[in-house]
C-alpha cells in the first residue's frame, strides 16, 4: 500500500492516550485506566516516550499481518498508532542508517507474552530488511531456530503454557545494507530439574509429548518407545494433554524446522535417541539390598528398561549398571568405591538424566549457531533480542527460581541505569535545569544476590565447596548470619527478630524483597543444585557408548582428559554469564518492551486491575513516564547533531569551522525552531518534543534528497565524462588493433603469396636446372654409352670372326652366295630364245629363288623385247605403229581383222608415179601419198559396184576412174566425221561426211575392199594427224548412212557368196540397203 493512503496515526481514531507522556492528569490511576480502556479496545500497545508496553491479549489480533507491516515500514516512531512493529523498524533504521547496534529487551513476569514479542520483532525485521535467495534462506534460518529451541526448552507451567525455561539472547547480524548475514544465539540456565520432576498441574518440555504424540509408529518402534504417556515416570500425569495445543503437529513443525535450519537427517535420530534415552532413564528402579557388611545397596528391579536404554546409545549393559550401583570417589590417586544405596541409586539416575538432556540443549543451541553463524568476515552490525524467562512467583520457589529472579533483578537495573538514573543525572551534568524524581533503584537487591563476598550467591559457593556434612541446611544458617541485617532478606531463623513470628516464612525458607515482589525461596536442594554434580562413574560410562552424540556431550567421561579440579558450580557460572550478557547489552542502543500480564487465567478481556498495577508498579513504570514528562524526548552530543543536520543550514554547510556547539545554535536559530523546543547543555543538545527531532528528520530527508540529486548529477556527469573519455580511449586502441590486424593480414598474404611466387620461381629454377644439367648428364652418359657400343661394336666386330657363334651366319651368307652364283650360271646356260613371243622359262631350281626367279623372267623378257625394238627401222616402226593402231581399233571387234595381220601395209598399191596410165592424176597430187589402191564404190541408187582409185595424202582423199585415171571427187580429210564397218569378215564400209559440206552434196560414201583394215586405220591415222581429232570408227552389222536428202540404213546378212568374197549390195527401199556376206 502507498504511503499517502495511510490514515492511521498517533493521534487518530486514538483510544486513551497512546503515549502515557501525554497522559493528564498522570497518576497510577489514570494510567491504569488508560491501560485497560486500551486495552478493552484491543489496543494491546502503549508507549512511555519509545519504550513500548505490551498487555497480552491472550487471543489472536490481526495486527501483525503483511499489510501492518508494510504500514510501519519506514515511518517515524510516533507517526502511527503504537505497536511492537513501530519499535522493530525504529531498531532496524537506525541500526541501518545511523551504525548504531541494537538491543531490544522484553521484560515482563511469565506469561506476559515476552517470547512472542521477541517472535514478532523478529518477524518484522526479516519482512523489512533485504531480500534474496541468500538472505531469504538466513532468514529461514534464523526464525525456524525458534520452534526447535522452544520445543526442547519451553514447557507447559502453571502460568504459561509455552513458557521457556531457559534464557535466550540473540544476535542478529547484519551488513552495512541493514540485509542479514546470521546470528548467535546464547542460551542461559535450562531449567533442567522440569526433565525428572515437574510441580503439580505443570508439564515436562514439550518435546517429550511432541515425540509421543507425532512419532510414526516405526519411529517409536525403533527408539522403543510406547505412546502413551503414562508408561513414563518422568511426565507428569496431570497435565498431559495442554488445551489448544496439538503435540503431533507440532513435532512435524519441529521436524521440519530442524530440516530448514540445517540438520542432517542422521543427526535428528541421534537426537531424539537422546531424548528417548532420558524419558526411559526414568522408568529404571531400583530396589534395596543387604550385604553381609550391613552397607546398604541398591539393584535394578527390572533390568530390559536398562537393557533397551543400552542398546539405543550403544551401551554395554554391565558398564551402565555398575554406574548405577558404584560410585568411585578419587582423592590423592587413591580409587575408592562405594556402593550406592536406592536413594543414591535414584539420585545417580535422575542426575544423569538431566546432565543428558541439558548437555544435549546446549548441542542444540551450538549446532544452530553453527548453522545460522554470517559466513563473511565483514564488519556486521548487530541487533540482540533477549527474551530471558519472566520474573517468577510460585507456591514451592527453588533455585531455579532464585537464578530466574536474580535474572529479571539484573535487567530491571540496567533498566533503571539507562533511564531512570543515567537519564536524570546526565540533565544535571549537562547543566539542564532539572527537578529530581523518585524512583526505587534495585541495585541493593542486586548486591545481595551477586556481592562477592557476602552475597546469596557467594555464599553457597562458599557452602558447596567446604569441606565437612555440608547440607541445605548449614547453608541457610549462614544466610541468616551474614545476611540477616539486609532489609531485603527475610528469615524466621536470621538475627533480626522482625520475622520470628512470621508464621507465613517456614523455617527451611528464605524470602527476598524482589523488585517485582517478595518471593520465599525453599532451601531445599539449592546446594545440589548448585554442584550440579555427576558422578564421574556415569560421565565415563556416557563416554564409553557407541553413540557419537552421547559421547560428545560427556567430554570430561575421557579417562585421558578427567580432572580433579571442581566445575564452577551452576551459580557462579550464572552469574558470569549474567554479567557477560550485561556488558554486552550495555554497550548498545536499547529498546524496552515491557510485557504486563493482564490476568492469572491465561484468559482473553480479562484486565485484572490489582495484577496489573502491581506490575507497573514493580516495573517503574510510572517512575519512567515522570522521568519522560519532565525530561527532553532526545538528546544528542552536538558534534553528531551537527553532522546529522549540517546540510539544513547554508552556513554550516559543507563545512563549519567553529565549535559545534556554536554551529548547532546557528543552525537551529536559522530553521527558526521556537526556543522553548531546545535546551543547550553542556556537550549535549536536548530536545524536547519528539515532533520537533521530526520535523528536523523530514527537512534532513528532503535535503538529502535534493544532496543525492547534487551527488547524483555529479556522479553522472563524471561517470559520462569518464565513461566517454575511457570510450574514446578504447575506440583508438581498438581502431589500432583493427588496422594493425587487418594491415597484419594483408602482409602475411603478401608475404606467402610472394613466398608461393618465389616458390614457384625457384621451383622452375631449379628444375630448369636440373632439366639441363640431367641432360648434360645424359648427353655425358649417352657419349660414354655409345663410346661403349662404338668401341663394343669395333671390338665384336674385330673380334666376331673369331667367334664360333658367327660361323654359322657366314656359312649361310656363303651357301646363299654360291647358291645364287650357281644359279645364275645355270640360268645363263638354259635362257630360251630371244623371240618376244617365246614364252617359256626354265623352270625354279630353288623355292626360296621364286620372286627373283620370277623377276628375273620379267626382266629378261622386257630386255628381249627391247633388243627386238632395237632392230627396227624408222619405216618398219612406222608400219607396226600403223600395225598397232589396226589393233586396237579392230581387234576382237570385226572378224576380218585376223586376216589383216599377216598382211603387209604398203600403202602405194598402184605406184602412180611410174604408172603412165595415171600420169594425170599423179600431176594432181601434190602431196605425199599415203595410200593408193583399187577399191569398189557402190552406187548408192542401186548397190552396183564400180572400181574407183582410192588415192590418201595428208589432207584429201581422191576418188578417180581406175582406167583413166580420172578423178571423181576430192574430199577434205576434214570434212570426214566418222567410218562404219560391220563386225563381219566383209570388206565394206562406210565414209560419213560432214553435213553441209561441199563433198557430202551427194551423201555418204559406201566402198568395199579387201584392204579394208590398212584403209580405215591410214585414214583414221591421217584424219588424226591433220586435225588432231579422233575420228569415230563404228563397227556395227547395222548402220544409218546419209544418201542425198535419205538416211539410209545399211544391213548385213549372212548368205551365200556369189562373186566370191564381195559382198552383194540391194537396195531395198528407200531406207534399206542389204548386204549380203559370207
Ligand atoms: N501478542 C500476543 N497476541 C496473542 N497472544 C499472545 C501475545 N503475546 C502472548 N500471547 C499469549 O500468551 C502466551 C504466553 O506468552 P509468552 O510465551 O510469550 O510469555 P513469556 O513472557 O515468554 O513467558 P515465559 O517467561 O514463561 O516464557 C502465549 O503462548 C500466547 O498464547
Ligand atoms: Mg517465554
Redesign the pocket.
Known sequence: MPKSEVKTSLLDNMIGVGDSVLLEPLTEDTFLENLKNRFDHSE?YTYIGSVVI?V??????PV?TPEKVEEYRNRNFYELSPH?YALADEAYRSLRDQDKDQCIL?T?????????????VMSYVAAVCGKGAEVNQVKEQLLQSNPVLEAFG?AK?M???????FGKYMDIEFDFKGDPLGGVISNYLLEKSRVVKQPRGERNFHIFYQLLSGGSEDLLKQLKLEREFNQYNYLGLDSAKVNGVDDAANFRTVKNAMQIVGFMDDEVELVLEVVAAVLKLGNIEFKPESRVNGLDESRIQDKNELKEICELLGQDQAVLERAFSFRTVEAKQEKVSTTLNVAQAYYARDALAKNLYNRLFTWLVNRINESIKAQSKVRKKVMGVL????F?IFENNSFEQFIINYCNEKLQQIFIELTLKEEQEEYIKEGIEWTHIEYFNNAIICELIENNTNGILAMLDEECLRPGTVTDETFLEKLNQVCAVHERFESRMSKSSRFLNDTTLPHNCFRIQHYAGKVMYHVEGFVDKNNDLLYRDLSQAMWKTNHVLVKSLFPEGNPAKMSLKRPPTAGSQFKASVATLMKNLQTKNPNYIR?I?PNDQ?APHIFAEALVRHQVRYLGLMENVRVRRAGYAFKQPYESCLERYKMLCSQTWPHWRQGSRDGVKVLLTELQIPPEEFSYGRSKIFIRNPRTLFELEDLRKRRLEDLATLIQKIYRGWKCRTNFLLMKKSQIIISAWTKRHFQRKKYLQLKSVTLIIQSYIRGWKARKLLRELKHQKRCEESATTIAAYWRGFQVRREYRKFFRANAGKKIYEFTIQRIMQKYFLEMKKKLPSMSPTEKTWPPRPYFFLDDTHTELKRIFHLWRCKKYRDQFTEQKKAIFEEKLEASELFKDKKALYTNSVQQPFQGDYLEISKNPKYQKLNGAVEEKIVLADVVNKINRANGKVAPRIFLLTQSNFILADQKSGQIKSTIPVMDITSVSVSKQTDGLFAVHLKEGSTAAAKGDFLFTSDRLIEIITKLYRTIFFKTNQKINVEINNEFLVQFNQDKVCVKFIQGAQKNGNLPTCKRKNNRLLEVTVP
Request: overall charge positive.
Open positions: 494491546i505490551s497480552n491479549p491472550y487471543r489472536h489480533l501483525y511492537i522484553i515482563g513476569e511469565s506469561g506476559a507474552g515476552k517470547t512472542e514479542a521477541s517472535k514478532l519451553n507451567t502460568r504459561n503454557d509455552n513458557s521457556s525455561r527474551d530471558i524467562y519472566g517468577e510485557c500480564k491465561k
